[in-house]
Each structure stands twice: as C-alpha cells, then as structure tokens.
T-cell receptor
Framework: ETGVTQSPTHLIKTRGQQVTLRCSSQ?????VSWYQQALGQGPQFIFQ???????GRGNFPPRFSGLQFPNYSSELNVNALELDDSALYLC????????????FGSGTQLSVL | DAKTTQPPSMDCAEGRAANLPCNHS???????VYWYRQIHSQGPQYIIH???NNETNEMASLIITEDRKSSTLILPHATLRDTAVYYC???????????????FGEGTQLTVNP
C-alpha cells in the first residue's frame, strides 16, 4: 500500500462529456503528478503540481487541466472527451526533494464510448 | 530526456536471481536511474533508485556501471509474485527546487516460472 488513493476506480463516459478524477496524496507529500496509461503502453506524464502550482506539463492539450488543494489532494479534469482518452489514469505523490520517490495510486480506468 | 533501452521480455526460474539490464547511454551527470514495476492493471510500484553508487534495499539491488551508461536490477530470489513489467527510468527534474517527471519506456516483461 502506497497511501495514495484514487477515485473512482472505474468510469464510463461518452464522447464530448467532461470528467473529474480525484487523488488523495500520501501523508507528508506536497507534490502530485498525473499520468495517462493507454493499453499496452507505459505511463505518459500529463502534469505535476507542487504547492498548488503547476510545476511541469507533458505533451497534452489544454483540455487536460488540474488542481491541487491546500491539503495536497488533487483533481484531474478532462473536457470534451475523445475516444482516445480511454486509458488508466494514475496519480503519484512525492515530497518533491532531490532523490524523491514517486508513489503511485491504483488508478482510475476511464472508458470513453 | 535520456532514452532507456530494455529487452522486451525475460524469463527466470523461481528461487533464482533475476538480472534485468538497462541501457541509458545518454544519461547526464546529475540524473538518477529509477526502477519501477507494474503488475497488470495496478499502479507502478517503486523498487529502487540510484545516481552512481550501487544500491540495495529489501526488494532488490541496483548495479550502475562506472560510466553510468547502463545498469542492472537484481532480484536475488525471484518468486512467482515478481512476475511484472519492469521499467528502467531516467528521472528528469522539473525545476531546481522541486518535482520531477518519469519517462516510461515499454519496459521488460519478467516472467518467473515455477
């Protein structure tokens, strides 16, 4: 157990809808990252938040957005869902320092129909 | 980002050591090597990381060559539960003070056989 919890575990949406995924970080961690994992591929970095500010972003369009709250929990929002957004979405928390370890949650499986 | 190269698959007998190689010839001097593994449909699990010295923890050992262009993850006594995809990653810092991203490749599917 990593102490990182994600909700919901599974979700089904239709194309064009919006979705919000949630993540609760491990206690003491001030940094949260989101990754997308398509079937058969390794996770791809979406973005990271450090102390409520976006700290880096991967190659994802602006319809992927996020928030980090004062208690370091986080949300990933995806607007205008596309079929290709179907994937496992992973949240990882860390303390942000040199030599940090990222601890992943079990993910949210999103299916877009 | 520094690219890593791993064999797509490996087999190992239960109880024997599993040695998983990784090539990262373009690694920079201050970049760490991380290893994660992922069992089907679960989140990646942290195994170990290192900069230049060999490292050991309760799960595994990490051997980094002196030129840092390659490394080997060693599971000393593999069990059936070690069957997973193993990712070798060169971590990229996002800023001087905080945060990093992990660039996952396709990893090595390790199968431990009875």
């Amino acid at each position: 157990e990593t102490g990182v919890t994600q909700s919901p575990t599974h979700l089904i949406k239709t194309r064009g809808q919006q979705v919000t995924l949630r993540c609760s970080s491990q206690s003491g961690h001030n940094t949260v990252s989101w990754y997308q994992q398509a079937l058969g591929q390794g996770p791809q970095f979406i973005f990271q938040y450090y102390r409520e500010e976006e700290n880096g972003r991967g190659n994802f369009p602006p319809r992927f957005s996020g928030l980090q709250f004062p208690n370091y929990s986080s949300e990933l929002n995806v607007n205008a869902l596309e079929l290709d957004d179907s994937a496992l979405y992973l949240c990882a928390s860390s303390w942000g320092g040199i030599g940090e370890k990222l601890f992943f949650g079990s993910g949210t499986q999103l299916s877009v129909l | 980002d520094a690219k890593t190269t791993q064999p797509p698959s490996m087999d190992c007998a239960e109880g024997r050591a599993a040695n998983l190689p990784c090539n990262h010839s373009t690694i920079s001097g201050n970049e760490y090597v991380y290893w994660y593994r992922q069992i089907h449909s679960q989140g990646p699990q942290y195994i170990i990381h290192g900069l230049k010295n060999n490292e050991t923890n309760e799960m595994a050992s990490l051997i980094i060559t002196e030129d840092r262009k390659s490394s080997t993850l060693i599971l000393p006594h593999a069990t059936l539960r070690d069957t997973a995809v193993y990712y070798c990653i060169v971590r990229v810092r996002l800023s001087e003070t905080s945060g990093s991203r992990l660039t996952f490749g396709e990893g090595t599917q390790l199968t431990v056989n009875p």
